[in-house]
């Protein structure tokens, strides 16, 4: 498979920057994650797992070179392939490519070729570790980094909103890890039903600009979701 994947360029800031900048650059540049470096070259990734852990710890007052940063995963070429392969064999949702590109699991899921995969939404999808209203932010946060998400739908015998990690590093500045989950959740859900195709589902995904998509069942307070990490997943099942 010769597809070869474009990302963006790196967005980077210097170890001596603060959390607090970091979170703001983040909210501004709309992006997940920023490249620490300096003068010899990459030091690691900030996250947005080091983001909201340093909220829940209240540490936004910290250098980033302070911080155990994720290991900048590299690829020599951008062919999907290596890409999804480093991906998958690093755990990681990034890989950067000639030192100066950045490529994210939203990038291979929006250039995929979704028409060549044929596979049942049940099998894909999986039940979703789910929130209420009144839920803390630190309860989400502690969710998300103990079970390795992002994304916690916020239910009340029905899906009302989903909150992510994104959600919270954004509301940094308007937020305590004691406000609930309602107050910043985004109550414009994605969601689709079972039998949904999986080739509508991804344009779906790439139309709103979401990380993952919920699967309703009809049942109270349970919720099946599909995120682009599985999509990963499943290009490195056909591909390999």
Not at 82 to 102: L, P, Q
Not at 168 to 177: G, L
Request: include cysteine.
């Amino acid at each position: 498979m010769s597809l070869r994947i474009n990302g963006s360029d790196i967005i980077s800031l210097d170890p001596n920057a603060y959390v607090v900048d970091a979170l703001y650059f983040m909210r501004r540049n709309n992006v997940r994650r920023l490249v620490v470096s300096n003068v010899n070259g990459i030091i690691g990734v900030f996250t947005i797992e080091n983001a909201i852990k340093q909220i829940m710890e209240n540490k936004l007052e910290v250098k980033l070179g302070e911080l155990k940063l994720r290991k900048p995963v590299f690829v020599e070429n951008n062919n999907i392939k290596d890409i999804v392969r480093a991906m998958v064999n690093e755990n990681s949702d990034f890989v950067i490519y000639n030192k100066r590109i950045i490529i994210t699991e939203k990038d291979v899921v929006r250039n995929f070729d979704w028409n060549s995969i044929k596979e049942n939404v049940k099998n894909i999808s999986k039940e979703a570790i789910v929130v209420f209203p009144y839920t803390k932010i630190s309860t989400c946060i502690e969710a998300m980094l103990k079970n390795s998400i992002r994304h916690l739908p916020v239910v009340s015998d029905i899906p009302l909103g989903i909150i992510s990690a994104r959600d919270i590093a954004y509301s940094y500045d308007t937020i305590t890890i004691n406000t609930n989950a309602e107050k910043i959740m985004n109550v414009n859900l994605v969601s689709v039903g079972e039998e949904s195709e999986l080739v509508d589902i991804v344009r779906l995904m790439n139309e709103r600009s979401v990380g993952s998509v919920l699967i309703k069942t009809g049942l109270k307070n349970k919720v099946k979701i599909i995120t682009n990490r599985d999509l990963i997943k499943l290009i490195f099942n056909y591909i390999s």
